[in-house]
């Protein structure tokens, strides 16, 4: 049985604000469960947040303990991926690397999201010399050189892997930015965006409640999608010595470190770069399945 | 494969900076200019004690010990066709006090002055050399500065002067030219890329063996090892030490290890209250794990030494033995008043071994109590902040030690005048980590000027009983290696502990 | 008169996130060399009918049907490659809208020329030429530079014109035309229908005519399909419109404000479910 | 009640209204018809405020109108927009959407004001937190005309409020305009291409070309076949139906 | 007459707006120049360098002086056309940076001219296929070849194809049996050698090349395929496409023809952008392969505090950005119609 095109195109749903969310997560949920690739990147992701909060359960070893006598060991029934070259490990460092990929990818979310989404959305909103202001900074951010800027940056606030991450983030707004602008440009011109101008609604409220709530799903998707780019971008600042610090066990800093010993030793890159691929990975699928989910023009 | 006549040496070139010898630093640009120029008199790589004669045919310390002078041998000539005299030469060591940059500081640090060098350092004749000491110090010290610092290379006044900008001494020039009288030209120098040397075939010992020689830059020690794995580099140097390890087996390569008089050393700062506590000092010095470090880490880069004077000298005493001992420096921390440890900072060049160093150093901390957060950074950062005085641990690598002798070494890393902040000794790491023992200080004042030589001796064993009694700031882990890997092609090739290494009678089959 | 086009039972199903969404359900009729409308409202399966027939779907549909002949060719056998024979050469179809449906960086010229090169092995020089001509039979002024022009240059009418040049330049024998002029203004609407109907005319060809405006349908065509909810309710002569029997079709026509009548309220359509399964 | 006079706007270069002046009456329902591109969205967008760099002079009771909206403004005359798809935000539920204004404008009582002008519309209270894309248009137009009532405003300003919409939908949404307008007293302005619906809503119209107001007549006038100026017999005639001389 | 004034107008804008961004750069790098805690005058005189000799290196340089002052005084330089010297090697930066800037061009366009190849074809067929097998291997294939650390490809390429296999040449640009020999005309070493005729260098140039600018290909190949999937796939769901298959077009035609013309010059634009990223520098690739190129000398001038060098790399970043931009505005007036 199946209903008629013509009949009233409403789905029967119980009428309360709950469950206008609820039917959002149904569309989600099946979306899912129709696409592997999106479901596969889920739980890798729903997996690296378990590891993470988990990790002293999951973990085999303490990931900063020190063996200097049982470095360098293969992979093996005591260390799972072997140790590195302070005799750490692997396994559990990869374990609790989880939780700083995770701090990584919510850091840089909740800097560069809003940051971008409300440079993007003012100057589209706005136009004139706002939008001109605005964009000339965009401009600079963008053909500045990203290295001298996170360099700089970290040189500044001096190393670590917050400041790192301010530094990527510092270098990855305008892109989000333009795409907020454009975003914001094409909406500004829609006519519920009058309606409310109409109802008297200021600026501020029309760009907070309004327009920011729909540019924020592509601002997210397109976030999600430069997640392995800036999980791999911190690595290549740790590659310089500028990332995380030691002995944390963060992912990049862990291959940049294992390539001194990657010819001899490959479990010491190939790990870390395995589990930044499949995370990188999960983020891409997960973000392509949630433009799906967000657009419903596809 | 490599053209025979050449040589190729693979390295990272990045401080490769400037080759003038006034202001040339760092230990790369040593390898360069001994080819390019000349030196008075040389130190024998195999026994450094050993002055033997370059330019200067002959020496003579006066029997009051407060002058030199040295009789330079005829004939020599500069690459411009110029005959050297005694004129270059003391127009050259002029040069360095008077531009007053970074290599000037050993000739301050015996007294000379852009003021007195033209009055101190003279050229009666064409071929005398005069050099008059203006504080007692130990002459045989300035003979082996001459034979080791890039300052005392001898340029070619002529040259040198025509190319002089606002009356600059040519500084700018010499960064990226030379104008010596050594068995190689600079024939092209791309800054972090390449540089060619050719043969001098007018130097006055006859011209080298090699026709050219070529370093590149390669940053990457990975890299570096498959080049010289394939043949593409004769001479690899700077390498890391698993690549040198793995290369170890490889059958037409050979690993040479030259050992150097710096030392990787843990330096505390006495400014911070915690170490200022002597049973501070001593815990630390207990949560260094020796062994392990100098087992895991510092193969191909050091070997264990532990005391603030280089080993291998007269002077020098055996290792005091120190070990981690966990217990003991958590008694001691508690005894200080931090039995639950407390939280500090380790500096550290973000390189390897100092960043493995300060990582173990790290864990072995932990086990006492105390967290230390590590803050890698470029030499630049790391030095610098020691300079400011603002820092708690430093690990790094460094203490003197071109000169063979302990005075070297004891200035560089002990010896603390002034311990005011104002008196901004910077280029003595006593000052910079503010340990001032005024025993000490008298001691190493009195062993240089000491002429008896036991007496010396002694003196120095016991400023180095003093400083592990007093718990000094600075605790040596291991005695610096410089590891090169080069080809069996190559013969004739002898490291130099003072980085002088001399290519000219290097050949390849 | 010789059947062109021949549905029976034809049936499109979609499959949507929300299950399978039946748009057509067991539609029949038969064309011939005539102007048959199809009218219904919003949604009621009236385009998924039109690309049925010439098999653009999207992945996602199931076509079914008892037949569903077009002259000789069986449409539900055929595969991609006869389709494309039979696309634009023999049945083709005017859509909607100029705007999104020109290619909008390729000149309008060369855009219908390409429905003639992709039959006919022909030089370019005739090709322009019988271009040349088509735009003057849609009554395009200046041809010469039109073909020049790209679609954002020309005027939505024009524009329309084109697309039905593109689409009667290899001369097939059956056009199906999607709510054509509905884009249009009242007064360019007049003309690119008098130039469609001059084009049937002449040429004798089967067009199917959707719509949703019965006041245009009933002048311009000959026959009226009435599709409700993915269905036919109604088969009625344009002419005899004014006497349709279905409910539907009549609660359409009373719902239409009038220009000559002035009627207080205006009647309004009560669906009633069992038009769903009559 | 509204007075236009001589409005002119232009973007860039391009003049696109030119001298417009008409006058609308309390209670009146006022029509604006033209060709696509003749400028009446554009008359009905500067009256809302939307557009801030015309010229000339628009009166509401005598009172002057500026160029910017503000709060009185909104409370006297609102806006209904052509596409019902386009002019409800797509993340706001029915409720979100009424209730807004209420609060801009710090009027409580808001439960009870947004199901009743529900009702109003003829939209079932069990409606209020559906979001748009599960309404079908013509429940989004009841909705799109529930949020221009419910600051009670004078002025409804139409902007083809129906033509996106099926015939029979159509039907709907104008008894429903005319109960309210009846009802509460209001004045329309309304644009609409369709000459059918003018007749059936208007008192009046104008008929604009080009920016300009070629035309303005009684509405009977129309159906009687009396109007006199030669475009707008045009555009009657293409509008009856399709006859094959008229092209 | 009036479009041509406004033309000029919307041209001076534009320089006026590209001005402000350029002097916007400068400053911004000034002042992170002077906030980073990394010391010219320490980096010149070394780590035991005393006091005096601090302070007067210091004033040589003229560090000693207020900010405004050195800003001032390098602009005014900058106006004369000199980028100052680089405070550590002595060199103009002029100089320094037209000899490594032509090493990474050479890489830069053959990495972008191979990740264009294979990117844009991938990038069609997956958005062709959209939700089958091909689209989800191309898919992995792209995400994989972005979210693998590129050193770790250059390493594994060097370990094959250079160490194993001895197809690559290995590190630098030019076997070094070649260094000198080569007349510099362009700095581009494909060009030199063609040009000095000496074919046995150009080979090996071509052989040095080749590794580094496939592995950069590869990674700016997943980039370009997922933008030419995207792309596509929004055209791919347009009416004009429907229409193009009424007529009966072949779908390589429809494709190609249609719906890939339309996404050319969105798709310019993006190589345009990830070539500027390239130009900006690869400094891990140059690392490994010790490349004397551009992003290793900027790190290291940056390491170093370098400023002079720093802000003529920034400078000339800042500048190949701001003519990318204008060249992409300039390619949508040209290839697309509705621009004109
Ligand atoms: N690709 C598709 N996937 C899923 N459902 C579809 C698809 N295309 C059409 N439909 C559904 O099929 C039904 C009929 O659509 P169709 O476009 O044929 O209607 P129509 O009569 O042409 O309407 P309109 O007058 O609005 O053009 C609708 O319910 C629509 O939602
Ligand atoms: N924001 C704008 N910028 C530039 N031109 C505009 C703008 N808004 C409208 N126009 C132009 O003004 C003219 C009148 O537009 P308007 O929307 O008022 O026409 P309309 O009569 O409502 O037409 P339709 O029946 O198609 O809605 C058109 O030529 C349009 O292109
Ligand atoms: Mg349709
Ligand atoms: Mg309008």
């Known amino acids: 049985m199946s209903q008629p095109p013509a009949a009233p195109a409403v789905p029967a749903v119980a009428d309360s604000a709950a469950s206008a969310l609820q039917e959002t997560v149904r569309r989600a949920l099946h979306h899912l469960l129709r696409n592997p690739m999106t479901l596969a990147g889920l739980i890798v992701v729903v997996l690296l947040v378990a590891a993470a909060l988990c990790a002293p359960w999951i973990a085999t070893h303490d990931p900063l303990r020190q063996d200097l006598y049982a470095t360098l060991q293969a992979p093996g029934a005591a260390h799972w991926f072997g140790t590195d070259e302070y005799g750490r490990d692997t396994f559990s460092r990869l374990v609790y690397g989880a939780r700083t990929t995770l701090y990584i990818v919510a850091l840089v979310t909740v800097v560069v999201g809003p940051v971008g989404l409300a440079v993007g959305a003012a100057s589209g909103y706005f136009g004139g010399w706002v939008d001109t202001l605005f964009m000339r900074i965009t401009d600079i951010f963008i053909s500045f050189p990203s290295l001298v800027l996170a360099l700089a940056f970290v040189a500044a606030l001096g190393p670590g892997l917050e400041h790192a991450v301010i530094a990527i983030a510092l270098t990855a707004w305008p892109p989000i930015a333009r795409l907020a602008r454009a975003e914001t440009r094409s909406l500004r011109k829609a006519d519920f965006i009058a309606a409310v101008q109409l109802q008297g609604a200021s600026p501020m409220r029309i760009l907070v409640r309004h327009i920011a709530p729909l540019c924020l799903s592509s601002v997210l998707v397109r976030l999600t999608m430069n997640m392995a780019s800036i999980i791999l971008t911190a690595a290549g600042l740790g590659f310089l010595g500028l990332g995380s610090q030691p002995p944390s066990p963060e992912w990049g800093a862990m291959i940049s470190a294992g390539r001194r010993y990657m010819m001899e030793c490959w479990w010491l890159v190939a790990m870390p770069g395995a589990a930044i691929m499949l995370v990188s990975l999960a983020f891409n699928l997960l973000g392509d399945g949630l433009r799906d989910i967000f657009d419903p023009r596809s | ?509 | 008169m010789d059947i062109k086009l021949q549905a029976d039972d034809l049936r499109v199903r979609f499959a949507t996130r929300d299950g399978m969404v039946d748009a057509v359900r067991g539609v029949s009729f038969t064309l011939g060399k005539e102007k048959l409308a199809i009218v219904g409202e919003s949604g009621s399966g009236k385009s998924t009918v039109g690309r049925a027939l010439l098999k653009l779907h999207p992945a996602s549909a199931r076509i079914e049907a008892r037949t569903l002949r077009f002259g000789d060719v069986d449409l539900l056998r055929a595969d991609e490659k006869q389709m494309r024979a039979l696309r634009g050469r023999r049945m083709s179809m005017i859509m909607q809208d100029p705007k999104y449906s020109l290619n909008p960086v390729m000149r309008v010229g060369d855009q219908i020329a390409e429905a003639v090169l992709v039959h006919q092995k022909v030089s370019k020089a005739e090709v322009r030429e019988r271009v040349i001509a088509m735009l003057e039979k849609v009554r395009i002024r200046d041809p010469q530079r039109v073909y020049d022009l790209y679609p954002h240059e020309i005027s939505g009418g024009m524009g329309q014109r084109i697309m039905i040049a593109m689409m009667l330049i290899p001369n097939p024998e059956v056009v199906i035309a999607d709510e054509p002029t509905s884009a249009l203004d009242v007064s360019v609407r007049s003309q690119v229908l008098s130039v469609l109907d001059e084009l049937v005319e002449e040429r004798g060809l089967g067009l199917i005519f959707i719509s949703h405006d019965l006041n245009l349908v009933r002048s311009f065509c000959d026959r009226v399909l009435v599709m409700y909810a993915g269905r036919v309710v109604e088969t009625i002569a344009a002419a005899d419109l004014d006497r349709a029997q279905h409910p539907y079709t009549r609660g359409l026509l009373a719902a239409l404000p009038d220009i000559d009548v002035k009627r207080p309220v205006l009647p309004v359509l009560r669906r009633d479910p069992s038009w769903l399964t009559q | 009640m509204i007075t236009v006079d001589r409005l002119a706007l232009s973007f860039g270069d391009h003049q696109v209204l030119h001298d417009v002046s008409f006058d609308v009456k309390e209670g009146e329902v006022f029509g604006l018809v033209g060709e696509s591109g003749s400028g009446k969205s554009t008359v009905l967008r500067c009256l809302a405020g939307l557009h801030t760099h015309w010229q000339g002079a628009m009166r509401i009771d005598g009172q002057e109108l500026g160029h910017r909206i503000d709060r009185e403004r909104c409370r006297l005359m609102q806006m209904v927009f052509q596409d019902p798809y386009g002019s409800l935000h797509p993340r706001h539920t029915i409720d979100t959407a009424l209730s807004e204004p209420l609060k801009i404008h710090g009027i409580g009582d808001i439960d009870d004001r947004v199901c009743d002008m529900l009702v109003k519309v003829g939209l079932n209270p069990s409606f209020r937190f559906r979001y748009p894309h599960q309404l079908s248009g013509g429940q989004r137009q009841r909705v799109a005309i529930a949020r221009a009532l419910i600051l009670s405003p004078r002025i409804l300003l139409l902007d083809e409020p129906t033509s996106a919409l099926d015939v029979s939908v159509q039907a709907e949404i104008l008894n429903l305009l005319e109960e309210l307008r009846l009802r509460e007293g209001l004045t329309y302005l309304l644009v609409t291409h369709d000459l059918g619906v003018v007749v059936h809503m208007c008192h009046r119209l104008a008929v604009m070309q080009q920016g300009r107001i070629v035309d303005t007549l009684d509405s009977e006038l129309l159906r009687t076949g009396g109007a006199s100026h030669q475009y707008t017999r045009s555009l009657l005639a293409a509008s009856r139906s399709y006859q094959r001389e008229a092209a | 007459m009036s479009g041509l004034k406004k033309g000029a107008g919307a041209w001076r804008t534009r320089l006026l707006s590209t001005a402000a961004t350029l002097l916007g750069l400068l400053v911004l790098t000034f002042f992170i120049g002077r906030v980073m805690p990394i010391d010219p005058v320490l980096a010149i005189v070394g780590p035991d360098a005393d006091a005096s000799t601090y302070k007067q290196v210091e004033a040589q340089l003229g560090l000693d002086r207020p900010m405004l002052v050195q800003f001032s005084h390098y602009l005014g330089e900058l106006a004369q056309g000199n980028l100052g010297t680089s405070l550590l090697t002595g060199n103009a930066v002029s100089a320094d940076i037209a000899r490594v800037f032509p090493a990474t061009v050479e890489l830069a366009t053959l990495a972008i001219i191979v990740g264009t190849l294979l990117g844009v074809p991938l990038g069609v067929y997956a958005a062709s296929r959209r939700g089958r097998l091909g689209d989800h291997v191309v898919r992995v294939i792209s995400l994989a070849g972005h979210s693998t650390p590129v050193f770790w490809f250059a390493m594994m390429g060097l370990l094959v194809f250079y160490a194993w296999l001895g197809w690559a040449g290995g590190s630098g640009r030019i076997a070094l049996a070649f260094d000198g020999a080569i007349p510099r005309v362009t700095g581009l070493l494909l060009v030199d050698t063609l040009l000095s005729g000496n074919w046995e260098a150009f080979a090996s140039s071509v052989k040095h090349i080749v590794l580094p600018a496939c592995i950069l290909g590869l990674h700016s190949m997943a980039y370009i395929s997922r933008m030419t999937r995207s792309f596509m796939l929004a055209q791919l769901s347009q009416e004009y496409i429907l229409a193009a298959r009424v007529k009966g077009l072949s779908e390589a035609a429809v494709i190609w023809r249609h719906a890939f013309r339309n996404i050319l010059v969105q798709l310019l634009t993006i190589v345009a952008l990830a070539y500027g990223g390239l130009l900006e520098g690869a400094v891990l690739i140059e690392t490994v392969f010790a490349w004397p190129g551009f992003g290793q000398y900027l790190t290291n001038s940056l390491l170093l505090g370098d400023m002079n060098s720093v802000m003529g790399c920034v400078l000339l970043v800042g500048v190949i950005f701001v003519t990318l931009n204008l060249v992409s505005d300039a390619l949508y007036q040209v290839f697309d119609p509705r621009m004109h």
Not at chain 2, 215 to 232: A, C, K, Q, T, Y
Not at chain 2, 293 to 318: E, K
Not at chain 2, 326 to 345: Q, S
């Open chain 2, 1 to 509: 494969t490599t053209p025979r006549g050449q040589l190729v040496i693979g390295m990272n070139m990045n401080n490769l900076l400037s080759l003038d010898p006034a202001g040339a630093t760092g230990n790369d640009v040593l390898g360069v200019v001994a080819n390019l120029y000349d030196y008075l008199v040389e130190l024998d790589p195999h026994d450094l004690t050993i002055v033997k004669p370059a330019l200067a045919e002959k020496w003579e310390i006066a029997p009051d010990r407060n002058s030199l002078t040295l009789t330079l041998r005829d004939g020599v000539r500069f690459k411009s066709g110029r005959l050297l005299t005694a004129h270059d030469a003391a127009w050259s060591l002029q040069r360095v006090l008077k531009l007053n940059l970074a290599m000037a500081s050993p000739w301050k640090s015996y007294g000379f002055s852009k003021a007195n060098a033209e009055q101190l350092i003279t050229a009666p004749d064409a071929r005398t050399l005069h050099i008059v000491l203006p504080e007692p110090t130990d002459p045989k010290m300035v003979l082996y500065t001459l034979g080791t610092s890039v300052s005392s290379a001898i340029l070619d006044r002529d040259t040198v002067l025509a190319h002089q900008k606002n009356g600059d001494l040519g500084a700018a020039w010499l960064l990226t030219h030379a104008a010596g009288s050594g068995p190689f030209t600079l024939t092209e120098w791309r800054a972090k890329d390449a540089m060619l040397l050719d043969r001098y075939d007018g130097y006055w010992r006859g011209p080298a063996k090699l026709r050219r020689v070529v370093m590149r830059h390669v940053p990457e020690s990975l890299s570096l090892r498959f080049m010289i794995d394939r043949g593409d580099v004769d001479l690899a140097a700077g390498m890391a030490a698993p690549d040198i390890e793995a290369l170890k087996h490889v059958g037409r390569v050979d690993v040479q290890p030259v050992k150097r008089g710096n030392t990787y050393y843990v330096a505390l700062s006495l400014k911070d209250a915690k170490y200022a506590d002597k049973r501070v000092r001593l815990a630390l010095r207990k949560l260094i794990d020796y062994d392990g470090i100098n087992t895991a880490i510092m193969p191909h880069y050091g070997v264990p030494h532990q005391r603030p004077v280089m080993s291998g000298l007269a002077a020098t005493l055996p290792d005091p033995g120190y070990k981690l001992d966990v217990a003991g420096a958590r008694k001691l921390l508690a005894e200080a008043g931090y039995p639950n440890g407390f939280r500090t900072t380790i500096r550290v060049l973000s390189d390897p071994p100092m960043i493995n160093i300060a990582t173990a150093l790290q864990a072995t901390l932990a086990q006492a109590g105390i967290d230390a957060s590590i803050l890698p950074g470029t030499g630049n950062q790391v030095y610098g902040s020691m300079r400011d005085r603002k820092f708690e641990i430093v690990v790094g690598r460094g203490g003197g030690g071109v000169e063979p002798h302990p005075h070297a070494n004891l200035r560089a890393m002990v010896y603390n005048p002034d311990n005011r902040d104002a008196a901004r000794l910077t280029n003595f790491q006593g000052w910079r980590t503010s340990f001032h023992d005024d025993d000490i200080n008298r001691l190493i004042e009195q062993a240089v000027r000491e002429r008896d030589e036991q007496k010396q001796l002694a003196m120095y064993r016991e400023v180095q009983q003093l400083y592990d009694r007093e718990v000094g700031a600075i605790q040596p882990i291991a005695q610096m290696v410089d590891t090169v890997v080069l080809s069996r092609r190559v013969h004739g090739y002898v490291g130099h502990p003072s980085a002088t290494t001399l290519l000219r009678d290097v050949y390849k089959d």
